[in-house]
């Protein structure tokens, strides 16, 4: 349980601004040089973000408001603990053989201490959840050579320490790596977009240009979450940027609260598959993959635009059904005045999508630059010139944002490394083979649901990298490999943020709307539905993923439209409205031709259903002439 940082104690306040200064410093400087070993990198993070954690984070609600004894026993240790680590991971990982040589007694004692430090931080940071499948996944490993088939594996328990710490197939794998590097970078470049002010400038420019029709300004929740998305990547954090804002007006707009939470809800989470700047679980896709971002991001840019589309388009007619206005003439700027005067917010957005996509530079390398390209444009913020310190307030801040992240690739490279080692990922992929009988479809059912039942409560990064260890085995023994499994588990995960029972987003959002969370969960859900039938769509039309296969032309061009249409009917059936009010009967009929529009590829079955939603469709707009 995070504590409130006014709350906390002043020294342990001054502390936490100083390990985040040294932490941007460090970073900024490694990232702006080139030059650094990734192992030495990922240590010297930790020795910054295991102390900052026990600062932070409370081990329960009775130390919220306070720092006890205990508390300032752990820093201390995880300050030794990490910086040991750091001074021997040389000869502690690379100088003996992985799972062959040993372990030393210093090894083994730092090790167990490291590993309780890390287990316990996930439990403050993250609750039971992640906790409880952390804990479970360890004890397996330590276990497992006692069990029987088919759940034992002949190991020693030892292994499984050195396995997690001691090897780069554990928690120094593919997860930190990319946390420490790519996510720490883009963090930095978040915190410098937040001092251009970008957020306001993309909330200001969306009202001017739609905010005067239908459900203006819940319209405008919708495409301002979509472009501060491109630049936050979190859910959360997204709904807190933009929903600060846009909740508060929505509902003085008399939208019922819990509908002005959820769209936020739903808006938000897209970002993390919004391009060019995903979540963090994208930069892991591509280190997996071992392809560039910039593929990860061409192949994201369709699912983003059915996403939001999807959702655009329900709320149109939703709005229309509850009679909510638009802004009024005097509550709209005008989008030349903006441009005139924000225009210059963009620049540094711009230099990191010319450096990224035309010149081909690295993503970190991108982002340094307009990092400071950012902060040189900051200055142009009189508040800033007057009050420095507001700087490196925001620069810290948003740097906080770095325990969990780091702490969650903990967790995974846990999880995934005792699942890969064992050999369980393997088992689960063939017992979800023979459940689905070998058919694709339902084993991508299966695929679906283990992926929200991991995200509840998780974040989303952790869900996808769990579910890919498990699930990439049973895809693979379809034949189905590559960036469109990784990008359905991605999309599910991405889900689980407004899936109730444990939807982050939703909780996220109904805490600013003042309203009841499972309400606006579930709410969230209902708004959402039909997105949760869109990765389906990318097994029957891969060549919406651009990146995924030698499509021609045609075929992209008909798997857009195909997708688009099936968007467009199944949000007025969602909605009920188009004109008038859609008997039930219709609804249903109108979501089940989307659905097979989605899925099916036949030219024939795509006119066929197509045909008969268009004559359903103009059929209601027909009967609501005549009645007027």
């Given at each position: 349980?995070?504590?409130?940082?006014?709350?906390?104690?002043?020294?342990?306040?001054?502390?936490?601004?100083?390990?985040?200064?040294?932490?941007?410093?460090?970073?900024?400087?490694?990232?702006?040089?080139?030059?650094?070993?990734?192992?030495?990198?990922?240590?010297?993070?930790?020795?910054?973000?295991?102390?900052?954690?026990?600062?932070?984070?409370?081990?329960?609600?009775?130390?919220?408001?306070?720092?006890?004894?205990?508390?300032?026993?752990?820093?201390?240790?995880?300050?030794?603990?990490?910086?040991?680590?750091?001074?021997?991971?040389?000869?502690?990982?690379?100088?003996?053989?992985?799972?062959?040589?040993?372990?030393?007694?210093?090894?083994?004692?730092?090790?167990?201490?490291?590993?309780?430090?890390?287990?316990?931080?996930?439990?403050?940071?993250?609750?039971?959840?992640?906790?409880?499948?952390?804990?479970?996944?360890?004890?397996?490993?330590?276990?497992?050579?006692?069990?029987?088939?088919?759940?034992?594996?002949?190991?020693?328990?030892?292994?499984?320490?050195?396995?997690?710490?001691?090897?780069?197939?554990?928690?120094?794998?593919?997860?930190?790596?990319?946390?420490?590097?790519?996510?720490?970078?883009?963090?930095?470049?978040?915190?410098?977009?937040?001092?251009?002010?970008?957020?306001?400038?993309?909330?200001?420019?969306?009202?001017?240009?739609?905010?005067?029709?239908?459900?203006?300004?819940?319209?405008?929740?919708?495409?301002?979450?979509?472009?501060?998305?491109?630049?936050?990547?979190?859910?959360?954090?997204?709904?807190?940027?933009?929903?600060?804002?846009?909740?508060?007006?929505?509902?003085?707009?008399?939208?019922?609260?819990?509908?002005?939470?959820?769209?936020?809800?739903?808006?938000?989470?897209?970002?993390?598959?919004?391009?060019?700047?995903?979540?963090?679980?994208?930069?892991?896709?591509?280190?997996?993959?071992?392809?560039?971002?910039?593929?990860?991001?061409?192949?994201?840019?369709?699912?983003?635009?059915?996403?939001?589309?999807?959702?655009?388009?329900?709320?149109?007619?939703?709005?229309?059904?509850?009679?909510?206005?638009?802004?009024?003439?005097?509550?709209?700027?005008?989008?030349?005045?903006?441009?005139?005067?924000?225009?210059?917010?963009?620049?540094?957005?711009?230099?990191?999508?010319?450096?990224?996509?035309?010149?081909?530079?690295?993503?970190?390398?991108?982002?340094?630059?307009?990092?400071?390209?950012?902060?040189?444009?900051?200055?142009?913020?009189?508040?800033?010139?007057?009050?420095?310190?507001?700087?490196?307030?925001?620069?810290?801040?948003?740097?906080?944002?770095?325990?969990?992240?780091?702490?969650?690739?903990?967790?995974?490279?846990?999880?995934?490394?005792?699942?890969?080692?064992?050999?369980?990922?393997?088992?689960?992929?063939?017992?979800?083979?023979?459940?689905?009988?070998?058919?694709?479809?339902?084993?991508?059912?299966?695929?679906?649901?283990?992926?929200?039942?991991?995200?509840?409560?998780?974040?989303?990064?952790?869900?996808?990298?769990?579910?890919?260890?498990?699930?990439?085995?049973?895809?693979?023994?379809?034949?189905?490999?590559?960036?469109?499994?990784?990008?359905?588990?991605?999309?599910?995960?991405?889900?689980?943020?407004?899936?109730?029972?444990?939807?982050?987003?939703?909780?996220?959002?109904?805490?600013?709307?003042?309203?009841?969370?499972?309400?606006?969960?579930?709410?969230?859900?209902?708004?959402?539905?039909?997105?949760?039938?869109?990765?389906?769509?990318?097994?029957?039309?891969?060549?919406?993923?651009?990146?995924?296969?030698?499509?021609?032309?045609?075929?992209?061009?008909?798997?857009?439209?195909?997708?688009?249409?099936?968007?467009?009917?199944?949000?007025?059936?969602?909605?009920?409205?188009?004109?008038?009010?859609?008997?039930?009967?219709?609804r249903v009929v109108l979501i089940v031709m989307g659905v097979i529009l989605l899925y099916f590829k036949d030219i024939f079955i795509i006119l066929?259903?197509?045909?008969?939603?268009?004559?359903?469709?103009?059929?209601?707009?027909?009967?609501?002439?005549?009645?007027?």
């Amino acid at each position: 349980m995070k504590r409130e940082f006014e709350k906390i104690h002043i020294f342990l306040r001054f502390l936490v601004k100083a390990i985040l200064s040294v932490m941007i410093i460090y970073n900024t400087y490694v990232f702006t040089v080139g030059r650094y070993d990734i192992y030495e990198h990922m240590f010297i993070n930790l020795i910054f973000v295991l102390p900052l954690g026990f600062i932070l984070y409370a081990p329960s609600r009775r130390y919220v408001d306070r720092t006890g004894l205990f508390d300032y026993l752990l820093i201390v240790v995880s300050f030794i603990t990490t910086i040991t680590f750091w001074l021997n991971y040389y000869n502690w990982v690379f100088n003996r053989m992985w799972l062959v040589t040993p372990l030393s007694m210093e090894q083994l004692v730092f090790g167990v201490i490291m590993m309780i430090l890390l287990v316990e931080l996930i439990r403050r940071v993250f609750g039971k959840p992640l906790f409880i499948l952390s804990l479970i996944c360890l004890i397996y490993g330590l276990t497992c050579p006692y069990l029987p088939y088919p759940l034992g594996f002949k190991t020693h328990p030892l292994k499984i320490l050195d396995l997690l710490l001691f090897t780069p197939y554990g928690i120094l794998s593919t997860p930190l790596e990319v946390m420490a590097t790519y996510v720490i970078a883009f963090t930095l470049l978040g915190c410098a977009f937040q001092l251009a002010r970008i957020d306001v400038f993309f909330i200001e420019l969306t009202k001017s240009l739609i905010g005067k029709s239908v459900g203006g300004i819940g319209k405008v929740s919708v495409i301002a979450s979509a472009l501060f998305g491109t630049i936050s990547g979190s859910a959360v954090a997204n709904v807190y940027a933009t929903g600060t804002i846009t909740i508060p007006t929505m509902i003085g707009m008399q939208y019922p609260r819990e509908l002005a939470a959820a769209i936020e809800a739903v808006a938000s989470t897209g970002g993390q598959i919004t391009p060019p700047i995903m979540g963090a679980a994208a930069f892991v896709m591509a280190e997996i993959l071992g392809v560039p971002y910039i593929t990860v991001v061409i192949a994201a840019v369709f699912p983003a635009l059915f996403y939001y589309l999807f959702l655009y388009i329900q709320l149109h007619f939703t709005s229309i059904k509850l009679g909510l206005r638009g802004l009024t003439e005097e509550e709209v700027p005008k989008a030349v005045e903006i441009l005139k005067k924000q225009g210059y917010r963009m620049i540094p957005l711009l230099v990191f999508i010319y450096l990224l996509v035309v010149q081909s530079w690295g993503p970190i390398s991108s982002a340094i630059v307009a990092f400071y390209t950012s902060l040189t444009i900051s200055l142009f913020r009189k508040d800033l010139l007057r009050k420095p310190a507001l700087i490196i307030n925001t620069l810290t801040n948003g740097m906080m944002e770095t325990v969990p992240i780091i702490l969650v690739a903990c967790s995974a490279g846990i999880v995934v490394g005792v699942l890969t080692y064992t050999g369980i990922a393997l088992k689960i992929g063939s017992l979800i083979m023979r459940a689905s009988f070998g058919i694709l479809e339902i084993a991508l059912i299966y695929i679906a649901l283990l992926t929200i039942l991991m995200g509840m409560g998780v974040p989303t990064t952790a869900a996808y990298i769990m579910t890919s260890a498990v699930a990439l085995p049973a895809l693979s023994l379809f034949g189905v490999k590559g960036i469109v499994a990784h990008m359905f588990i991605l999309y599910y995960a991405i889900l689980s943020a407004i899936t109730p029972p444990v939807a982050l987003a939703a909780f996220a959002a109904a805490n600013l709307s003042k309203s009841s969370p499972m309400r606006v969960g579930f709410l969230a859900m209902k708004l959402g539905l039909g997105l949760f039938f869109i990765p389906f769509a990318m097994f029957s039309k891969p060549e919406l993923l651009v990146v995924a296969g030698s499509s021609s032309t045609y075929e992209v061009c008909l798997a857009f439209t195909t997708v688009l249409m099936a968007c467009f009917i199944m949000s007025v059936g969602l909605a009920g409205y188009l004109k008038s009010n859609i008997p039930l009967i219709h609804r249903v009929v109108l979501i089940v031709m989307g659905v097979i529009l989605l899925y099916f590829k036949d030219i024939f079955i795509i006119l066929g259903t197509s045909s008969v939603a268009i004559i359903l469709l103009f059929f209601h707009i027909y009967r609501y002439k005549n009645r007027n």
